[in-house]
């Protein structure tokens, strides 16, 4: 361990990932979509307040800096796989829930692809006609020379 202050890494972190993750549910909440006060009514719509766990937010929830949560991923294999659980869940719920409509599409891609690995695929198809000969000896030759000297390109170089 290098020197300097002593590490507060406690195994009871561990079981903080636990909590973290079930105090961050997302929420439903009733909010005033329109209102007559003349004729005495408003109307109610819900919208979902996301609550999407993150090992950021899980070092604010257990005070310690994000940096050092990412010393102790690192450092204790037993608190790495509890951090993997929060990136499970992040996951999960911007698939499921941005597949759904539930949570903005185009923020879910964003996250997903730098969180997670996730990219967009292209695949991209050559049709090359058959019957075409390429001799490569002649073709490396032109590009390399013959290997007894110089290439063309290269005589001018000093």
């Known amino acids: 361990m290098p020197a300097g202050r002593p590490t507060k890494y406690n195994l009871k972190f561990c ?26 009514y408003e109307k109610y719509d819900t919208k979902l307040t996301v609550k999407l766990p993150t090992i950021e937010g899980f070092s604010l929830f257990i005070g ?12 204790h294999e037993e608190f790495s796989h509890s951090l993997d659980k929060i990136l499970v869940e992040q996951q999960r719920r911007l698939l499921d829930k941005g597949l759904s ?23 991209t198809e050559v049709n090359v006609p058959t019957g075409i000969k390429v001799d490569a000896k002649t ?20």
């Not at 692809?113 to 695929?121: D, I, K, V």
């Open 139 to 158: 073709q490396v030759q032109k590009i390399y020379g013959d290997g007894q000297g110089d290439r063309e390109d290269d005589k001018d170089s000093p």
């Open 15 to 40: 079981k903080e990932v636990d909590k973290y993750l079930k105090e961050r549910q997302d929420e439903e909440v009733e909010v005033v979509s329109m209102r007559n006060d003349e004729k005495g």
């Open 101 to 123: 409509g539930l949570y903005n599409s185009t923020i879910a891609k964003l996250i997903l692809s730098s969180n997670h690995g996730m990219r967009e695929r292209t695949e």
């Open 64 to 75: 310690v800096p994000r940096r050092t949560v990412f010393d102790w991923k690192d450092e």
